[in-house]
């Protein structure tokens, strides 16, 4: 039996994961709708300028206007479902078996497919990342309150809304393995990466802020998001975030191929 190349696996997975409808569905319309409302926050921002106080002209964000937290989970919550539905899709189908009387190699496979999903998933959050800081800093110029990519930590921001999607599309593939039901599966990427850390906010408890500082959006909107950082000890730092941005998604590869290892199809 001739052993598959793992470029013949990638352009495999490649064609499956643009043969599933979610795809450009998640991909296309999601992304005009992030931008769209990045563009409509950020013109209600211009509106209401002259009426600002001092306080809140002071404290403006114009990276807020962006990618607020809202686009954040619409981001991580697109993102992480096209993730699961590449795992949950295929064995929903069937064609897991087919596959994998192909390539009985089952590393080699979840290998191929995490490397597709994570690298159209960053290409998109970089469009996305890009797409709604170029249209929202254009509008916000008109107002004289516009940042560009050399002001204090615009890079590190834009890198961290860019990567908010391959984090969560790889998280989603490890669901998805676990559960194995569509429906379970996108609502439990929606509970685990958005609707549960959106209640967590920092306390008078360490132990909690360390707890919380462990969540991909917990730390991104209170420390990578943030182009100006206070030095506090109930807020993540910038290395322990990137290092949670890191492991997330590691953890939940190692649980894919794990899964699909042991696991019956």
């Known amino acids: ?14 064609i499956k994961l643009w043969s599933l409808r979610s795809t450009s569905w998640l ?74 009387a192909a ?15 994570g690298a159209v998933t960053l290409v998109t959050g970089t469009l996305i990342s890009a797409g709604t800081f170029g249209v929202s800093q254009a509008i916000l110029s008109g107002r004289g309150v516009a940042v ?19 984090v969560s599309a790889l998280v989603g593939m490890g669901i998805g393995a676990l559960v194995r039901h569509t429906a379970a599966a996108v609502v439990t990427v929606c509970a685990a ?17 360390d707890l919380f500082a462990l969540v991909p959006f917990y730390v991104w909107r209170y ?14 730092t910038v290395g322990g975030a990137w290092a949670v941005f890191a492991l997330w998604p590691l953890a939940a590869a190692v649980v894919t191929l794990i899964v699909v290892q042991r696991r019956d199809v």
Request: charged letters at 10%.
């Open 1 to 14: 039996m001739t052993t598959a190349r793992f470029r013949d696996l990638l352009a495999a997975e490649w």
């Open 27 to 100: 991909i296309g319309l999601g992304s005009l709708a992030i931008v769209a409302f990045a563009a409509q926050s950020s013109l209600d921002a211009y509106n209401s300028w002259p009426g600002f106080t001092a306080m809140e002209k002071a404290t403006f964000s114009p990276l807020n206007e962006a990618f607020s937290a809202l686009g954040a989970c619409m981001l991580m919550i697109g993102a992480g479902s096209l993730g699961a539905l590449t795992i949950v899709g295929e064995y929903a189908t069937g064609l897991i078996r087919t596959t994998l």
């Open 103 to 117: 390539v009985p190699a089952r590393h080699l496979v979840v290998a191929a497919k995490l490397t597709v999903t």
């Open 148 to 166: 560009s990519l050399g002001d204090p930590g615009v890079l590190r921001v834009l890198a961290a809304n860019a990567l908010l999607a391959p």
């Open 193 to 209: 990466l958005v609707i549960v850390p959106t209640f967590f906010k920092p306390t008078v408890h360490q132990w909690q802020n």
């Open 223 to 236: 420390c990578l998001h943030l182009p100006r950082l206070d030095v506090d000890p109930a807020l993540p």
